[in-house]
């Protein structure tokens, strides 16, 4: 079974500042997701990538297949990124989720 | 908008009584995912149904049970119902059929309340 780590859990940064978000996994997958979820509940997918970076607008994700890491970067964050991001790695048996990290951008 | 229709947003019951939640998937995909979202245990995969049939099982209770029609809709049975089930439920459908590879639209959540 997949363990999927995420840190931090909370993040509180200031509007504008570049924004790190990790995740690790345990075993192999066949792709890593980056979710997005915002207050209201409701749940947005980012990004699905099984090696290298995509970029899409001021976030961009990359991947380490070797070393079994993910990261999500804001650039420019605005407090409109503000929400719960959610790494999920998926594998045979459907996705595995990590508990995501709470981050809120100040103005 | 995902394209993915959840009914109802909120429900509100009794233990030990039974509720349907109900997903429409986008036109066209063919795969439903059902997700359960409590504050302890953060998201957990329940189940997959892939063109009427089921592909793939995770972490649900025997008293949950699903389907999926031949219209592709699909509905969650939750019974017996326990304090500890309340929790956010989210359906996702997928175009193809693995959960692992394929990008899932979300839906908006049904918010279950068991009093």
């Known amino acids: 079974k997949n363990e999927v780590e995420q840190s931090p859990q909370n993040l509180t940064a200031q509007e504008g500042e570049f924004i790190t978000i990790n995740c690790s996994y345990s075993v192999g997958i066949s792709a890593l997701h980056w979710l997005q979820q915002h207050p209201g509940g409701g749940i947005v997918s980012l990004f699905m990538?099984?090696?290298g970076k995509k970029k899409h607008g001021r976030l961009i994700a990359t991947i380490n297949i070797q070393e079994k890491h993910s990261s999500l970067h804001i650039t420019a964050s605005h407090p409109r990124d503000s929400a719960v991001y959610i790494c999920?790695?998926?594998?045979?048996?459907?996705?595995?989720f990590g508990k995501g990290t709470h981050l809120i951008i100040q103005p | 908008d995902s394209g993915v229709t959840q009914t109802p947003k909120h429900l509100i019951t009794a233990t030990g009584q039974r509720v349907t939640l109900r997903c429409s998937p986008r036109s066209g995909d063919l795969s439903v995912y059902w997700y359960q979202q409590s504050l302890d245990q953060g998201l957990q995969f329940l189940i997959q149904?892939?063109?009427?049939?089921?592909?793939a099982k995770g972490n649900i209770l025997e008293r949950f049970s699903a389907q999926q029609f031949p219209d592709l809709h699909s509905e969650l049975n939750l019974s017996s119902l326990e304090l500890g089930d309340s929790a956010l439920y989210f359906c996702?459908?997928?175009?193809?059929?693995?959960?692992?590879?394929?990008?899932?639209?979300f839906g908006q959540g049904t918010r279950l309340t068991v009093v």
């Open positions: 996702a459908s997928s175009v193809g059929g693995g959960a692992g590879y394929t990008e899932a639209f």
């Open positions: 990538l099984s090696s």
């Open positions: 149904y892939y063109n009427g049939e089921e592909r």
């Open positions: 999920a790695a998926g594998g045979a048996d459907g996705l595995t």
